[in-house]
Nanobody, 127 residues
Framework: QVQLVESGGGLVQAGVSLRLSCAASGRTFSNYAMGWFRQAPGKEREFVAAISRSGGTTYYADSVKGRFTISRDNAKNTVYLQMNSLKPEDTAVYYC????????????????????WGQGTQVTVSS
């Protein structure tokens, strides 16, 4: 079991940047593959970005590629989502997710793959 707590959301103007953080409890953070997902009202939760245990592999949704960067600091038990050039369509509750990965290559874009979820942090981008 791991607890995940997102932070860093807020209300921003289109075109600006925001960095989200997800702090994980426990001492085995380096064993977890991590992902970021988002959910807008009335919409399904959708994949945003994911990162492997070591940080050596990353995945991005096409909608955020080139604008968002996922990273992790295993020494700090934290995963980040750097969001640049924000657009109104990025408005959503952003969730981090975790799953124990036996191999460093274990990683997924699928909501269903992840076992643990944070409470979410609201990102609102105004035009």
């Amino acid at each position: 079991q791991v607890q995940l707590v997102e932070s860093g959301g807020g209300l921003v103007q289109a075109g600006v940047s925001l960095r989200l953080s997800c702090a994980a409890s426990g001492r085995t953070f380096s064993n977890y593959a991590m992902g970021w997902f988002r959910q807008a009202p009335g919409k399904e939760r959708e994949f945003v970005a994911a990162i492997s245990r070591s940080g050596g592999t990353t995945y991005y949704a096409d909608s955020v590629k080139g604008r968002f960067t996922i990273s992790r600091d295993n020494a700090k038990n934290t995963v980040y989502l750097q969001m640049n050039s924000l657009k109104p369509e990025d408005t959503a509750v952003y969730y981090c997710a975790a799953k124990v990965a036996v191999f460093d290559s274990g990683l997924s874009r699928s909501v269903a793959w992840y076992d643990y979820w944070g409470q979410g942090t609201q990102v609102t981008v105004s035009s």
